[in-house]
């Protein structure tokens, strides 16, 4: 059964840090994963989605990073902003059409 | 581009009253639907599934049930609820072919069963 766990569950930053949000999963057979972001009470947007051949992807100041033989993923944010507060979801795919979450890291980007 | 609808935003309902929340998608054709439930302190949860009309897989046995009667419409539903069906109700889609398979969310539904 695939378990997926994200470290820290919260995180609080000062403005213009760079920072690293981590993602691990038990089981490396995985179709993709996706990071997702959650403001308080809405739904979740799509941040960044890697294949299971890929090894990274870029979105403006987001790079995620995908090891599957390890069965890990990071979030690296450049120069957080106020905005970027949010929790932050990983999701991953396996053979079926389940995403299995982790249940999230809570960052807190202070002015 | 790519719109999903959720509806009501939220929803107070007693114990034992029925339940209907609909989810809709505009701008694709035949798309893969699926319905979450977030609970408070717990990660997503996926309770169903749909790859065409009329097709339901079910993740979790409960007191839900899902259906697809037109091909970018997908309902939840319940005949009577319960305390623990309280939490906040996501429907998402997906492109049912190529890549990247990525999946997107709805507003999202809050419900609490009193």
């Known amino acids: 059964k695939q378990e997926v766990t994200q470290i820290p569950a919260a995180l609080s930053v000062p403005e213009g840090e760079n920072l690293v949000l981590n993602c691990s999963f038990t089981?490396?057979?995985?179709?993709?994963l996706q990071w997702f972001r959650q403001d308080p009470g809405k739904g979740l947007t799509s941040l960044l989605l890697i294949q299971s051949s890929q090894r990274e992807q870029t979105s403006g100041r987001l790079n995620a990073s995908l090891d599957k033989s390890s069965g890990r993923s990071t979030l690296y944010i450049a120069a957080s902003q106020p905005g970027d507060s949010a929790t932050y979801l990983c999701?991953?795919?396996?053979?079926?059409?389940?995403?299995?979450f982790g249940k999230g890291t809570k960052l807190t980007v202070n002015p | 581009s790519q719109t999903i609808h959720q509806w009501p935003a939220t929803l107070v309902q007693p114990v034992g009253s029925p339940l209907s929340l609909e989810c809709t998608v505009e701008?694709?054709?035949?798309?893969?639907l699926y319905w979450y439930r977030q609970a408070a302190g717990r990660g997503l949860q996926l309770l169903f599934y749909?790859?065409?009309?009329?097709?339901i897989s079910s993740e979790v046995p409960q007191n839900l049930s899902a259906s697809r009667p037109q091909d970018r419409q997908f309902i939840l539903s319940s005949k009577k609820l319960l305390l623990s069906d309280s939490g906040f109700y996501l429907c998402?889609?997906?492109?049912?072919?190529?890549?990247?398979?990525?999946?997107?969310f709805g507003p999202g539904t809050r419900l609490t069963v009193l």
């Open positions: 749909s790859v065409g009309i009329g097709q």
């Open positions: 998402a889609w997906s492109r049912s072919w190529g890549l990247p398979n990525e999946q997107f």
């Open positions: 999701a991953v795919k396996g053979g079926s059409e389940k995403l299995v």
């Open positions: 701008g694709t054709s035949n798309p893969n």
């Open positions: 089981d490396s057979a995985i179709y993709n």
